[in-house]
């Protein structure tokens, strides 16, 4: 990806697509720096990496009265850690996102007479900041069981983690559910080995998993999903990536 302008970033914030109602996206992310200087450090300070976090803000035009809009989305997760998930450009599958588990810590409203209703809201990470891409885009409606887009996300090496989340969009049909999972195998996926399972989702949500830390050889993964119910229908987006 080379140079370009901000036109479509995207933002998942857990069961609501907040793009449409974001006029300004920031994402950022750091590392305490910690000072170890001493009498060996010859004069020049020693430094070392202390604690990591980051951060979401976002803001734009207020809209309510549906979970979908930002301001039924941002009261009801208010105080509570879900996932969250950031693409500085499409959300189509292989587009690089940025994904995590974060505490929704503040949400402001209002402004002058004559202004159009604004909104601004930070999400603070509990679980690290990770780099990865969209395994399933969230403008595609799912009514069956099925698989996605196999993505090559690389070996996963003991010590690191594969993360997921997963963004339940809408829920439509009578006693409808979805139960996704990820799956990694060979550049086919003929023999998949399920790594993670969440929970069976029956409205609009948020979900994020991640593995153990035990190695994983398998360099391929996709989402799939089983949905159940009388004319079920699901949009929901899926982010992965390693840390």
């Not at 803000?57 to 301001?71: C, I, L, R």
Request: glycine share 12%.
């Amino acid at each position: 990806m080379g140079k370009f302008v901000l036109l479509n970033a995207r933002l998942f914030a857990p069961g609501a697509d907040l793009t449409g109602a974001s006029n300004k996206i920031e994402l950022t992310s750091e590392i305490e720096d910690k000072d170890t200087t001493n009498y060996y450090s010859q004069g020049w300070k020693e430094i070392i990496g202390g604690l990591g976090s980051a951060e979401i803000s976002a803001e734009g035009q207020w809209e309510a009265g549906d979970p979908s809009k930002v301001d039924d989305a941002s009261w009801s997760t208010l105080g509570g850690v879900g996932p969250y998930t950031v693409c500085p450009d499409t959300s189509t599958v292989g587009a690089l996102a940025y994904l995590t588990a974060a505490l929704r810590a503040d949400y402001k409203i209002g402004d002058a007479v004559g202004e159009v209703a604004p909104w601004t809201g930070t999400a603070k990470s509990s679980w690290p900041l990770v780099r990865g891409q969209i395994a399933h885009p969230p403008g595609t409606a799912r009514t069956a069981t099925g698989t996605g887009t196999i993505l090559n996300l690389g070996t996963i090496p003991a010590g690191k983690r594969l993360y997921a989340a997963l963004h339940v969009l809408s829920a439509s049909g009578t006693t409808p559910s979805i139960t996704a999972r990820v799956e990694t195998g060979d550049a086919t996926l003929s023999v998949p080995t399920t790594r993670l399972t969440f929970a069976a989702a029956t409205a609009p949500g948020g979900q994020v998993l991640r593995t153990d830390g035990t190695a994983i050889t398998d360099a391929y993964a996709r989402v799939a999903w089983t949905v159940t119910g009388t004319t079920p229908s699901f949009m929901f987006a899926v982010s992965l990536g390693i840390r």
